[in-house]
């Protein structure tokens, strides 16, 4: 095919094209693109295709464009996210962005929470699991099993954690074992065993989620602080040791958001103002502010992004 395309509008140069692409390739896949064309969601994310008026009608050019076929992700990807809190978030943005999901939750209440908003959605586009990520047999087992119903990640988000809290002085043992063993065991067992997947496929991305305690402790959560700070030291070696087969590692570290799970925080007038004390931008984060660079660090665009820790707390742990 020719290497430009033309319009009515003079600007339809290869250099537009590939702005184009890569503003499709952050958001959707092939599939959904005839889906996505048609809402305000896609004309206010993407306003150089629609007054190029090349929205339908050169889509199957595009399609074949070599560098398109570069750049997009391949409709087949699979993501590998927990069912609770911000998890539900990631795995949204995926869900519209076309992707397929594999949504994991280790105890019956919250795969039956993640059934309920998962029926949202085409079944042939969702997969749930349950195994103890922190038993590295099971991990095994429950990655084979879902390989062998065809769904095998080429992205991982590495969200499962528990919370306990405490002054590490009083603490118990099994409750630092615990905490441990799920937040940083259970990252490193999973993303092993999605790594040698992804060692085999030659690509794949993996995003391991921190917290500002990646960064900065905080009074009474010494086990899940340590855990995160283990975390992105984890994302560093993973980097380091899969970057031979075009796997990048890194860290998502939120701050404070507007949860379910948060919302007797979000309530508590003294927690409420010590947050917008200590927070520069004087608010609560809003869930839908960690989905770009959720995506970013899916997509292409990200392939020579590794080892980095990007926190989305605004401004906390910048400040004094």
């Known amino acids: ?165 405490g002054n590490l002085l009083d603490l118990e043992s099994a409750t630092w074992n615990d905490v441990i063993a799920v937040n940083l065991s259970g990252t490193y067992c999973v993303g092993a065993a999605v790594g040698r997947l992804m060692r085999d496929a030659g690509r794949g991305k993996i995003i391991n989620i921190g917290s500002v305690t990646t960064e900065r402790a905080r009074k009474g959560v010494g086990p899940y602080t340590a855990a995160k700070f283990g975390v992105h030291g984890l994302t560093n070696a993973m980097a380091v040791d899969f970057a031979e087969w075009n796997i990048q590692v890194n860290t998502l570290s939120p701050g404070y958001f507007r949860t379910e799970m948060n919302a007797a925080l979000v309530n508590d007038p003294q927690f409420d103002r010590w947050l917008r004390d200590r927070t520069p931008a004087d608010r609560w984060g809003e869930t839908e502010e960690l989905v770009g660079a959720l995506l970013f660090f899916a997509s292409v665009d990200s392939d020579f992004v590794t080892g980095q820790n990007m926190v989305i707390d605004g401004g906390m742990v910048a400040a004094l």
Request: glycine content about 6%.
């Open 1 to 165: 095919m020719d290497a430009t395309l033309t319009s009515d509008d003079d600007d339809s140069s290869n250099d537009a094209i590939g702005r184009i692409v890569r503003n499709i390739a952050r958001t959707t896949s092939a599939g959904q693109f005839s889906a996505l064309s048609n809402t305000a969601w896609f004309k206010s994310t993407i306003p150089t295709l629609a007054e190029l008026g090349l929205i339908n009608q050169t889509y199957a050019k595009l399609e074949n464009h070599q560098w398109f076929a570069n750049v997009l992700p391949q409709p087949s990807a699979v993501d590998f996210i927990s069912a609770r809190g911000l998890g539900w978030t990631y795995a949204q943005a995926f869900l519209k962005s076309g992707a397929r999901v594999i949504v994991h939750a280790s105890i019956d209440v919250s795969l039956e929470e993640a059934w309920l908003k998962l029926s949202a959605f085409p079944e042939d586009r969702w997969q749930t699991c349950s195994f103890n990520v922190s038993d590295s047999d099971r991990v095994e087992a429950g990655i084979t099993d879902l390989v062998t119903q065809g769904f095998a990640p080429s992205v991982l988000v590495n969200n499962a954690g528990i919370q306990r809290r």
